[in-house]
């Protein structure tokens, strides 16, 4: 298991990363256009910082533009930069071709058919939108578990890293669904260890350990 930051931002990458128990870092095109560095900088910057794996996704118009692409943001750093491919066809073959050299991430799966696919090109991660999912087809754990289904029939080796988690609870039943990891913005992934009644406890052992003390 593992809990990865969703995040391009470096403030937020160094803040968790301080926590301790976070895995490593994701990224895609719609964070990196919120920033002015290039792509290449903020995942060498995230690089330098996180102590595992950090997702970049291809973006060019054409497999040959996408593997060169591929390759050249893997070569930043070949330990840790994890290749996100989107869940295509056409980028399943990408993902087989670049298998002997690179394993990559598949992202945007949406359906058991995608993740089956996936598992054969040889992906190591299968990466569903869990929220966007339950948004657009009406329960992304159900295809959390759909997609686990199908991870466990293949006895593996790929997993799965739910994306797209909004609140605690939806990042809680994505792990139950079957997801082996999972990728949050900073704000799920602080809220993640608290409870309003841990606070009401705490709350009142520090009251009643203060009075015992007077
Ligand atoms: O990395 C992609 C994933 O996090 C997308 O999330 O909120 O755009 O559905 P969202």
């Known amino acids: 298991m593992g809990i990865f930051l969703d995040s391009v931002n470096i403030d937020d990458v160094r803040k968790a990363m301080e926590l301790g128990f976070v895995s490593g870092v994701t990224t ?23 102590v595992g794996p950090v997702f970049y996704q291809v973006t060019a118009d054409t497999p040959e533009e996408r593997e060169k692409e591929g390759r050249e943001f893997h070569a930043i750093n070949p330990d840790k930069v994890m ?16 298998k002997p050299d690179i394993r990559c991430a598949v992202t945007a799966v ?19 939108y869990v929220n966007r999912a339950t948004r657009l087809m009406g329960d992304g754990c159900s295809l959390v578990a759909e997609i ?14 739910a994306a797209s988690i909004k609140s605690p609870s939806e990042a809680m039943n ?12 900073l704000d ?3 809220s993640l260890g ?3 009644l841990s606070d009401q406890a705490i ?8 009075r015992s003390h007077q």
């Open 28 to 50: 895609n095109p719609s964070l990196m256009a919120k920033v002015s560095e290039s792509p290449r900088k903020v995942i060498e910057q995230i690089c330098g910082i996180s």
């Open 83 to 98: 290749l996100k491919i989107p869940a295509t066809t056409e980028n399943m073959a990408l993902v087989a071709k670049l």
């Open 110 to 128: 949406f359906s058991g058919h995608q993740a089956y696919v996936a598992c054969e090109a040889g992906a190591r991660y299968l990466i569903p």
């Open 148 to 161: 686990a289904s199908v991870v466990e029939t293949l006895e593996g080796p790929a997993e799965i890293l």
């Open 174 to 185: 994505a792990v139950l669904a079957g997801a082996h990891h999972l990728t949050l913005p």
């Open 188 to 190: 799920v992934l602080l």
């Open 194 to 196: 608290n409870h309003p």
């Open 203 to 210: 709350a009142e052992f520090n009251q009643n350990s203060g």
